[in-house]
């Protein structure tokens, strides 16, 4: 997995990229009472918001964090945003994007810098 300063995290599983938000942003958020998700097919640059969540302290907006196409979102958040505070780093994941400058990723954080930046 691959961490931005911004507290997302990104997990590749073939050539599509996994993307949601930390545990530690989770918290800093406190409990996520809505998300609105971008529709699949979008294709999205980075830095382009794609995803507005809200919590019971503020509301947030998540940014692409590489160029490409949304081809998944996570439908069950819309019934349950929870998910993100339950399991944030599994079924609490917000899309999946087909990246198409996959070498974007290289300028992401490892778990060991993520973990020493968050500390």
């Known amino acids: 997995m691959k961490f931005t300063k911004e507290h997302e995290w990104l997990r590749t599983e073939g ?3 996994v993307v949601g938000i930390t545990e530690h942003a989770t918290t800093q958020l406190g409990d ?3 998300v609105e998700l971008p ?3 979008t294709t999205v640059a980075k830095d382009d918001e794609v995803v507005v969540i809200e919590s019971v302290k503020a ?3 998540i940014m692409a964090p590489i160029d490409g196409e949304i081809i998944a979102v996570n439908e069950a958040l819309g019934d349950n945003p ?3 505070n339950e399991d944030a780093v599994g079924a609490g994941w917000f899309f999946k994007i087909k990246p198409s400058a996959p070498s974007q990723m290289d300028s992401y954080m490892d778990e060991a810098a993520y973990t020493s930046l968050i500390s």
């Open 82 to 84: 929870g998910l993100v």
């Open 59 to 61: 509301a947030s907006d």
């Open 39 to 41: 529709e699949t097919g």
């Open 15 to 17: 050539d599509v990229v």
């Open 32 to 34: 996520i009472v809505f």
